[in-house]
């Protein structure tokens, strides 16, 4: 979790997905073997700069919604990446300045810039905890999460291209289930994942150059992502493609058109009962 982990090198010798995630953002915080192998991923899906940029518009319409209209004040989200403004913290507070939110990732270079994801409005208070998301008793009892979070109250889990680097041997359901579990009724759970639906022979590519790099990864369809909903209650307009979820007016998007097979994310979200 922190203290020893804290201090443990970066391991620049293979690439690692948070790295790789800030280069299709446009970001400056990766290394050559992440450029590396994120451009051969453009190579093969020159789609991923978009669908980065949608994954994390979603992420901020996902967090509007649950403040606005569904009374969410707090938020775990597993997978943070390198921060890249505006942040789920600040876009939350923007809404409800008493919003707590903690962060968790295991890539210590996103432990480096954990300081810039916990500049929180006065009002409220985010924290950063070095966690792995397949350990989720640890993330749950870790203190940190604690001294922030009140889990008698609800809490938007949000799992943001994430799943789809837990394969199926990891029992991402289960994993899924147990986070939710922790959980009291009213909570919400939020997910973006890519999928090979609408082009499988690009996303065979694009699993390889990511399991030759030393990350397994399994993209899913839209009946296996659904299967990360069940039990829960499913918002309007339920499981669409990123881009299609809740779109907003004036949103920022280059001129060129945005497909589907561009965009290539299921994303949805729900509430417990």
Known sequence: MTGSHAARDIDTSKPHSARMYDYYLGGKDHFD???????????????????????????????????????????????????????????????VPQARVVYADNDPLVL??????????????????EADANEPDALLNAPELSEVLDLTQPVA????????????????????????????????????????????ATWAKVT??????????????????????EGLDLLEPGISVGHRWRPEAGENRPEEEITDATVSLWAGVAIKP
């Open 112 to 129: 480096k810039y954990a300081e810039t994801l916990m500049r929180s409005a006065p009002e409220g208070r985010t924290t950063y905890i």
């Open 208 to 229: 390889q150059i990511y399991t030759s790099g030393g990350t397994p990864v399994q993209f899913r369809s839209k009946d296996d992502f659904a299967r990360f909903f």
């Open 33 to 95: 073997v992440d450029r590396h192998a994120a451009e051969r991923v453009a190579v093969a899906y020159p789609g991923i700069f978009v669908c980065a940029r949608e994954n994390r518009a979603f992420m901020h319409r996902a967090t509007r919604v649950l403040a606005r209209e569904h009374g969410i004040r707090q938020w775990l989200d597993i997978g943070t990446g390198i921060p890249t403004e505006p942040n789920l913290h600040q876009v939350a507070q923007a809404i």
């Open 157 to 200: 889990l949000s799992l943001n291209a994430l799943l789809h680097f837990i394969t199926d041997a990891q029992d991402p359901y289960g994993l899924v289930g147990r986070l939710m579990g922790a959980l009291p009724s009213g909570s919400a759970l939020a997910i973006s994942h890519c999928t090979p639906d609408f082009d499988p």
